[in-house]
């Protein structure tokens, strides 16, 4: 049974800093892509964040580039979010996901696994 489960979220301020993790269990994990999405109040889930399982290739949307990095540890079959210079704007259920393509990554469908989410809130 494949178990995805992210740790990590927070109440934050502005500016400030969080590193989220994401546990996996149940598969190979250096198979797979791993990935980060979020969905805040009353939006749909969006894409974050991606690391390829073949090259360790990274991945992501624009409004975090600069700011958020991904990271994995195939030996601890884990893979990281540290966010910096938080915003408000970040305010959202941050999910982990596994997949065993490397095109396609930024989109949900292509997802097979997934975890329960993280709660991330930043106050201005």
């Known amino acids: 049974q494949v178990q995805l489960v992210e740790s990590g979220g927070g109440l934050v301020q502005a500016g400030d800093s969080l590193r989220l993790s994401c546990a996996a269990s149940g598969l190979t994990f250096s198979s797979y892509t791993m990935g980060w999405f979020r969905q805040a109040a009353g939006k749909e889930r969006e894409f974050v964040a991606a690391?390829?399982?073949?090259?360790?290739?990274?991945y992501y949307t624009a409004s975090v580039k600069g700011r958020f990095t991904i990271s994995r540890d195939n030996a601890k079959n884990t893979v990281y979010l540290q966010m910096n210079s938080l915003k408000p704007e970040d305010t959202a259920v941050y999910y982990c996901?596994?997949?065993?393509?490397?095109?396609?990554?930024?989109?949900?469908?292509?997802?097979?696994?997934w975890g329960q989410g993280t709660q991330v809130t930043v106050s201005s």
């Open positions: 690391i390829r399982r073949n090259d360790g290739n990274t």
């Open positions: 996901a596994a997949t065993d393509y490397i095109v396609r990554i930024y989109y949900q469908r292509t997802y097979k696994y």
